[in-house]
């Protein structure tokens, strides 16, 4: 459904596809622009997430996106980023930000990550594909849902569990949801000339 990996305009090829389907796709696919140059800087970042430098200030600014110590972007930062431009299309800021929040708690505390921001990007990214490989079903909390539950390895229990499948299938729906009004947007166009 979709043509690029998400959170950036890196083309989802059949290679990158299988990379996501392994839950791999923030390590084959973003760790080596950061390991080849120490950490990514603002005008990288800007060119594979399709953001502009700007708004990418403006959140680490905001205290959504840790900040930088360097002018280097680290992968717990490209991370963050990449999850809040998954989701900006159908959500509100300030909402997705409550959203990490509540998986992770504050953004310059690792302590009580429930899952590193880059294996949350992961998880996603695989969600993502397997969402949009299910054909025929109707995308609803309740399918959406036990999606979010079949991806969750098994080491998580209990509360914790039932936190990160909740706000993975928000950020499924969320991703779905973005898709079609792009789509509604689209068709809008076609009548609107």
């Not at 990379?19 to 760790?31: T, V």
């Not at 840790?66 to 963050?80: C, D, W």
């Not at 928000?170 to 166009?189: G, P, V």
Request: hydrophobic share 40%; charged share 30%.
């Amino acid at each position: 459904m979709n043509s690029h990996v998400p959170g950036t305009v890196l083309p989802l090829t059949d290679w990158a596809r299988d990379r996501i389907s392994q839950g791999q796709a923030f390590d084959a696919l973003i760790s080596p622009i950061l390991s080849a140059t120490g950490g990514v800087t603002l005008s990288q970042l800007a060119r594979f997430t399709g953001l502009e430098g700007s708004t990418i200030q403006n959140w680490i600014k905001r205290g959504w996106v840790a900040s930088n110590k360097n002018k280097k972007y680290t992968e717990k930062q490209v991370a963050r980023i990449l999850l809040i431009n998954v989701l900006r299309a159908a959500m509100k800021l300030e909402d997705i930000v409550k959203l990490m929040e509540y998986i992770n708690g504050e953004v310059e505390d690792e302590s009580d990550d429930i899952l590193h921001d880059k294996d949350l990007f992961d998880l996603l990214c695989s969600a993502v594909l397997r969402l949009d490989e299910t054909e025929g079903m109707r995308i609803d909390g309740e399918n959406v849902m036990k999606i979010s539950d079949s991806m969750i390895s098994e080491d998580f229990k209990g509360e914790v569990r039932d936190k990160l499948q909740k706000a993975l299938a928000i950020m499924l729906l969320a991703y779905r949801s973005a898709i079609l009004k792009n789509e509604a947007y689209r068709l809008y166009s076609e009548i609107n000339k």
